[in-house]
């Protein structure tokens, strides 16, 4: 089973409003990972998890705020978003983060910010 | 700085073959993925390349030269559901995934 689960499919917000986008996988993955999309673009990394601690921040806005409760679940939680900010979100996990660890990705949550 | 190119796009007939090259540049090497991206979904693993050489899995094979900085992705028996992007992605010496930018092919009957 490879598979990582993403709720919701998709988001509308409006720049004042607060939201959580969430992340589940139970392949006991032990790193995980958040990534933002661009139509026509390459994932970009923004937060990485390893063993529930965060390890990478790859300067992301305080407006994004990354939470691991346990080693199965990730939270994305959003407050005073731009409408630059409308993206695919997708999360990722993989067994570890070192050699011939593949990255598996949830289905993702399209956000629109209005 | 580092680098991933790929074609930014491709046309192949079903039922034919077609190559999407991938050449990098990146500060170390931790191996190399092929992911298949269709619109609006999430990337799908497709294969890991590490050492030189190919590898095979049914339909798809991929091969990697690192002394060239070079892999490509051989796509067979093409099918209209193969129609997506492909991302080639390098993981470097800090084992971060550098992507990119991804080939759309596009298949005709």
């Known amino acids: 089973d490879t598979e990582v689960t993403q709720t919701p499919k998709h988001l509308v917000m409006g720049m004042t409003n607060k939201k959580s986008l969430k992340c589940e996988q139970h392949m006991g993955h032990r790193a995980m990972y958040w990534y933002k999309q661009k139509a026509k673009k390459p994932p970009e990394l923004m937060f990485v998890y390893s063993y529930e601690k965060l390890s990478i921040n790859e300067s992301v806005p305080s407006r994004f705020s990354p939470e691991c409760p346990n080693s199965s679940l990730l939270n994305l939680h959003l407050h005073a978003l731009q409408p630059e900010d409308s993206a695919l979100y997708l999360c990722?996990?993989?067994?570890?983060?070192?050699?011939?660890?593949?990255?598996?990705f949830g289905p993702g949550t399209r956000l629109l910010v209005l | 700085g580092q680098n991933i190119d790929q074609p930014t796009e491709m046309t192949a007939t079903e039922g034919a073959i077609v190559q999407i090259n991938c050449t990098y540049q990146t500060s170390g090497f931790n191996g190399l993925f092929w992911y298949q991206q269709h619109a609006g979904e999430a990337p799908t693993f497709l294969s890991y390349?590490?050492l030189d050489g190919l590898e095979e899995k049914g339909r798809f094979s991929s091969f990697l030269s690192r002394s060239k900085g070079y892999s490509y992705l051989l796509l067979k028996e093409l099918q209209m559901k193969d129609s997506a992007s492909y991302l080639c992605?390098?993981?470097?010496?800090?084992?971060?995934?550098?992507w990119g930018a991804g080939t759309k092919l596009i298949i005709k009957p």
């Open positions: 990722a996990s993989s067994l570890g983060t070192g050699d011939q660890e593949t990255q598996y």
């Open positions: 992605a390098v993981r470097d010496s800090n084992y971060q995934l550098i």
């Open positions: 390349n590490v």
